[in-house]
Nanobody, 119 residues
Framework: QVQLVESGGGLVQAGGSLRLSCGVLGSMFSINAMAWYRQAPGKQRELVAGITSSGGTNYADSVKGRFTISRDNAKNTVYLQMNSLKPEDTAVYYC?????????????WGRGTQVTVSS
């Protein structure tokens, strides 16, 4: 059974920084693309940043230049470094990973970690 475990959320003032981590636990063949999504109250979940298995990245326009996604394949972990945070970044942040195992290939989600940016 595969699990995604996020950490690193919290309360920070505008202009501050946070680093989110997401570890993938369990037995699997490989982890393909990984990503961070977020969902603010009353809004749809949206893609924040994604990273391929080879390190290619993409970002939502709203976070370009402020957020950096990275991964450590040896640790099965993806990170999201968030700088210059704004109140509008407040949301629950979810980790997503496309994983191949003995069962085939499937998408997995973490339970989410709350990020709150005060003005």
């Amino acid at each position: 059974q595969v699990q995604l475990v996020e950490s690193g959320g919290g309360l920070v003032q505008a202009g501050g920084s946070l680093r989110l981590s997401c570890g993938v636990l369990g037995s699997m063949f490989s982890i393909n693309a990984m990503a961070w999504y977020r969902q603010a109250p009353g809004k749809q979940r949206e893609l924040v940043a994604g990273i391929t298995s080879s390190g290619g990245t993409n970002y939502a326009d709203s976070v370009k230049g402020r957020f950096t996604i990275s991964r450590d394949n040896a640790k099965n972990t993806v990170y999201l470094q968030m700088n210059s945070l704004k109140p509008e970044d407040t949301a629950v942040y979810y980790c997503n990973a496309n994983i191949r195992g003995a069962w085939g290939r499937d998408n997995y989600w973490g339970r989410g970690t709350q990020v709150t940016v005060s003005s």
